[in-house]
């Protein structure tokens, strides 16, 4: 599962709200993902999302936009349903990243219903997904970056890919989740950067999870790679998934051929090694920020490089505690059997030395709260 960042928030609200213990217990597990019906909410589910990245080109210019749109919904108890959006945007020619976010509290819990039609209010700004099945209206204004919008939507280039070849990924002991793709979606529509519309075209990546509490009790960090390669129209998802108490790791993914063919990667399918970091000057940390991904049995040598290094998040979640992480637009280049190939990608990194800072600060905010005035603050 991609987003480990965010089961992390799941343990923090928790933790600060009350001191009752995240469930699972009304997480779906099945042999096999099932379409439509997966599309729509799991009903006081742990933790889910529907998650798009992607790159975009201006029609008129030519120049290129990377998107990071994704809904959360989580039910940390079996009694309250909170949802959580986040959007980015990033803009290579001027060097730009912006991000606006927000989490709440629902007044009820979230039906199953499709078409899916989910939305979060921040001031006077709302945000909306609508749609299924690879078709989807995107639709977000940034209220902390005023002149920073999208209004996309999509079509699949490619059918949908069920990771394992069922559906549901299994993280070792750690987790079964549900997991799905719409690797490839054709996107048009707008994108407003600093105020200026602009058309564009381009493809995203859609990530569909579920069941993804149960990474809560761990000290876990993640690093998620998605790829779409421009040769031969094939797609690569990669992760790595450590534990710093254990220092066991665990990594995974997929290969998407041309024609829709699903391979399985274990760990022992992909050696990913990084030849580059840099150290951000907002949060001081160190991420990686070059990498190279290596594929023996389907012939891929790449390299994985960011448009721009500073592509860090930083979310306030309650007073004294910000989490921060690495989601960001990358380029491919390499060669599959020899040949040379190239592409796009999005990178997630969540930094492994500040999973315990981040559980042991949710600590201490829970023995300073009390349940029932306990919010979260927004940026």
Same mark, same amino acid.
């Given at each position: 599962?991609?987003?480990?960042?965010?089961?992390?928030?799941?343990?923090?609200l928790?933790?600060a709200?009350?001191?009752?213990?995240?469930?699972?217990k009304? /997480?779906?597990v099945?042999?096999?993902?099932q379409?439509?019906?997966?599309e729509?909410?799991?009903?006081?589910?742990?933790?889910?999302?529907?998650?798009f !990245?992607?790159?975009l080109?201006d029609?008129?210019?030519?120049?290129?936009?990377?998107? =990071?749109?994704?809904?959360?919904?989580?039910?940390?108890?079996g009694q309250?349903?909170?949802?959580?959006?986040?959007?980015a945007l990033t803009?290579p020619q001027?060097?730009?990243?912006?991000? /606006?976010?927000?989490?709440?509290r629902? &007044?009820?819990l979230?039906?199953? !219903?499709? &078409?899916?039609?989910l939305?979060?209010?921040?001031?006077?700004?709302?945000?909306?997904?609508?749609?299924?099945?690879?078709?989807?209206?995107?639709?977000?204004?940034?209220?902390?970056?005023p002149?920073?919008a999208i209004?996309l939507? !999509?079509?699949?280039?490619?059918?949908?890919?069920?990771?394992?070849g069922?559906?549901?990924?299994?993280?070792?002991? !750690?987790?079964t989740?549900?997991y799905?793709?719409?690797?490839?979606?054709?996107?048009?529509g707008?994108? =407003?950067?600093?105020?200026?519309?602009?058309?564009? =075209?381009?493809?995203?990546?859609?990530?569909?999870?579920?069941?993804?509490?149960?990474v809560?009790?761990?000290d876990?960090?993640? /690093?998620w790679?998605s790829?779409?390669?421009d040769?031969h129209?094939?797609?690569?998802?990669?992760?790595q998934l450590?534990?710093?108490a254990?220092?066991?790791s665990?990594g995974?993914?997929?290969?998407?051929?041309?024609?829709?063919?699903?391979?399985?990667?274990?760990?022992? /399918?992909f050696?990913?090694?990084?030849?580059?970091y840099?150290?951000?000057?907002?949060?001081?940390l160190?991420?990686?920020?070059?990498?190279?991904?290596?594929?023996?049995?389907?012939g891929?040598?790449?390299?994985?490089? &960011?448009v721009?290094?500073d592509?860090?998040?930083?979310? @306030?979640?309650?007073?004294?505690?910000?989490m921060?992480?690495?989601? +960001?637009?990358?380029?491919?280049? +390499?060669t599959h059997h020899? @040949?040379?190939?190239?592409?796009?990608?999005?990178?997630?990194?969540?930094?492994?030395?500040?999973?315990? @800072?981040?559980? =042991?600060?949710?600590?201490?905010?829970?023995?300073?709260?009390?349940?029932?005035?306990?919010?979260?603050?927004?940026?």
């Amino acid at each position: 599962m991609k987003k480990l960042l965010f089961a992390t928030l799941a343990l923090l609200l928790t933790t600060a709200g009350c001191a009752l213990k995240p469930t699972n217990k009304y /997480d779906v597990v099945a042999e096999r993902a099932q379409l439509p019906q997966e599309e729509a909410v799991h009903k006081q589910n742990s933790l889910e999302w529907w998650y798009f !990245t992607g790159h975009l080109r201006d029609k008129a210019t030519g120049e290129m936009f990377g998107v =990071e749109y994704v809904f959360f919904h989580f039910n940390l108890t079996g009694q309250k349903d909170w949802q959580m959006v986040n959007f980015a945007l990033t803009d290579p020619q001027q060097q730009q990243f912006r991000y /606006d976010y927000k989490v709440t509290r629902l &007044p009820q819990l979230l039906a199953p !219903t499709l &078409p899916l039609s989910l939305s979060v209010q921040k001031q006077a700004q709302r945000w909306t997904l609508t749609g299924q099945e690879g078709r989807y209206h995107l639709q977000a204004r940034m209220a902390a970056h005023p002149g920073q919008a999208i209004n996309l939507t !999509t079509t699949p280039a490619k059918p949908v890919l069920l990771h394992s070849g069922t559906g549901y990924e299994h993280y070792g002991p !750690t987790a079964t989740a549900g997991y799905y793709s719409y690797p490839r979606l054709q996107a048009t529509g707008t994108v =407003e950067v600093n105020g200026q519309p602009r058309q564009v =075209e381009g493809e995203l990546w859609y990530d569909r999870q579920w069941n993804c509490n149960s990474v809560t009790t761990k000290d876990l960090g993640w /690093d998620w790679f998605s790829i779409q390669l421009d040769e031969h129209r094939e797609e690569i998802m990669a992760y790595q998934l450590y534990n710093k108490a254990t220092g066991q790791s665990i990594g995974g993914g997929s290969h998407y051929g041309s024609q829709a063919q699903n391979i399985h990667l274990g760990q022992e /399918d992909f050696q990913l090694e990084p030849l580059a970091y840099w150290t951000s000057p907002h949060s001081k940390l160190r991420y990686p920020n070059k990498w190279r991904l290596r594929l023996p049995s389907q012939g891929y040598d790449l390299t994985i490089t &960011p448009v721009m290094p500073d592509q860090e998040l930083t979310l @306030k979640l309650f007073a004294g505690i910000k989490m921060h992480y690495w989601e +960001g637009m990358c380029r491919v280049e +390499g060669t599959h059997h020899g @040949k040379p190939v190239k592409g796009n990608s999005y990178v997630e990194i969540t930094n492994r030395a500040e999973v315990r @800072k981040a559980r =042991e600060a949710a600590e201490t905010v829970a023995a300073q709260q009390d349940a029932p005035s306990s919010q979260p603050k927004q940026k």
